[in-house]
Structure formats: structure tokens, C-alpha cells
């Protein structure tokens, strides 16, 4: 399985609802960066992704974006493809 990261806040939920669609396709481990946290980890994600709205996912290296795109993702069936490539 690709790594996950997940550019996040302690207080946001649709990064609690991002977390929760990753686990229940078998994620076991997502690498947070608490943006809230670390301000100079929100520069750094803004200029890699072009926004400023958490979370931002990656799956491997593949910027899936917001938790509305992962949703997308999963419904279109192509996230189980991300996740077991």
C-alpha cells in the first residue's frame, strides 16, 4: 500500500471524515501534518498543492486533494485502484 499523507487540523471534520473512508478501505497508517500546529507546514502544503482548505491528501505521490475528492475517488471506484497500486 502506498504511504498517506494528510495535511489536517485537530478541529476539522472532514478530515476526521477523510480519516474514517481511509480506514474503512484498509488503511492502517496515515501520516498527519497538523497545519494548526506547524504554520510553517501549511506554507510548505499550500505551495505543493495550491490550497489553502484541509485536508489535503496524498496517496503515494498522487495529490488526491480534499476529502469531496477522495469521496469521488471511492465512489468512482478508482481509490481501492490508488490504494493496491
Not at 504511504?3 to 473512508?21: D, F, G
Not at 502544503?45 to 489553502?52: H, N, V
Amino acid at each position: 500500500m502506498p504511504k498517506i499523507l494528510m495535511y489536517c487540523t485537530a478541529i476539522c471534520p472532514y478530515c476526521v471524515l477523510a480519516e474514517r473512508l481511509l480506514r474503512a478501505r484498509g488503511v492502517t497508517e496515515i501520516e498527519k501534518i497538523r497545519v494548526d500546529l506547524q504554520p510553517e507546514a501549511r506554507r510548505v502544503m499550500m505551495e505543493a498543492t495550491g490550497c489553502r482548505t484541509v485536508p489535503q491528501i496524498y496517496i503515494g505521490t498522487y495529490l488526491v486533494g480534499t476529502y469531496d475528492n477522495l469521496a469521488a475517488l471511492d465512489h468512482s471506484g478508482k481509490l481501492n485502484q490508488l490504494l493496491n497500486s
